[in-house]
């Protein structure tokens, strides 16, 4: 397994227009996790899937933002018309769940750094 | 407001010195966990802590969770060149839904 794998590495784009963005977790991970950083902060928290289901939505999020995991596999997280202000790296996680919510650990990809021109 | 304050901000050392970041929240966590991450790299996991008054060493790293599970610390002796970056702490707990949160992290510079 090599870990999380995200592309594009870098992605620029004019405001308005939509982008796409994969996560390939860790194969035997339940959990995917997607969040965003800017620069000088710690990564701020969008969404995680478990399996395919969708469980929880960063009030933060507006509705340009979609993310899925149509087969509890890879997921894409979907930015329409975007703005300046998305400028960030997107950072996808994957975790193995246990038991009654014991968290061990995210991996992490290596992100994909997102500016909005 | 972050859930985790982390401090200092920034730090710059010369190599061989010691120094401690630390992590505070005023959350219980069920567990807390440090990161290390490089310019355009994701974090990498370091350690996960889920004791209270739990201490784990890493070669030169300690790492130590709080008696109350609401603050930790990350001890580095004799810093390398090759500490640099930006150290994270993170935490999961039930309230959050187990997702983790982070604090803005640490800058640490070491030079040579």
């Known amino acids: 397994d090599t870990g999380v794998s995200q592309n594009p590495r870098h992605k620029i784009t004019k405001r308005g227009q939509n982008v796409t963005f994969r996560c390939d977790p860790i194969?035997?991970?339940?959990?995917l996790y997607w969040y965003r950083q800017t620069l000088g902060q710690g990564p701020e928290f969008l969404t995680y899937?478990?399996?395919?289901?969708?469980?929880?939505k960063s009030r933060l999020l507006s509705d340009r933002f979609s993310a899925e995991r149509p087969k509890g596999s890879f997921s894409t997280l979907e930015i329409q018309r975007t703005e300046q202000g998305d400028s960030a790296m997107y950072l996808c996680?994957?975790?193995?769940?246990?038991?009654?919510?014991?968290?061990?650990?995210?991996?992490f990809g290596s992100g994909t750094r997102l500016t909005v021109v | 407001t972050q859930l985790l304050e982390q401090s200092p901000q920034f730090l710059s050392i010369q190599e061989g010195e010691n120094l401690t970041v630390y992590c505070n929240s005023s959350?219980?966590?069920?567990?807390l966990q440090w990161y290390r991450q490089e310019p355009g790299e994701g974090p990498v996991l370091l350690v996960t802590?889920?004791?209270?008054?739990e201490v784990k060493k890493l070669k030169r790293l300690t790492f130590q969770f709080g008696d109350a599970r609401k603050d930790s610390s990350l001890h580095i002796t004799a810093a390398q060149t090759g500490d640099t970056g930006l150290y994270l702490c993170?935490?999961?707990?039930?309230?959050?839904?187990?997702?983790?949160?982070f604090g803005a992290g640490t800058i640490l510079r070491v030079k040579s």
């Open positions: 993170a935490g999961a707990a039930e309230e959050y839904g187990n997702k983790l949160v």
């Open positions: 899937f478990q399996n395919e289901a969708q469980l929880e």
């Open positions: 194969s035997e991970h339940n959990r």
């Open positions: 959350s219980v966590f069920s567990s």
């Open positions: 996680a994957s975790s193995l769940l246990l038991g009654q919510g014991a968290n061990y650990g995210y991996t």
């Open positions: 802590v889920v004791t209270g008054g």
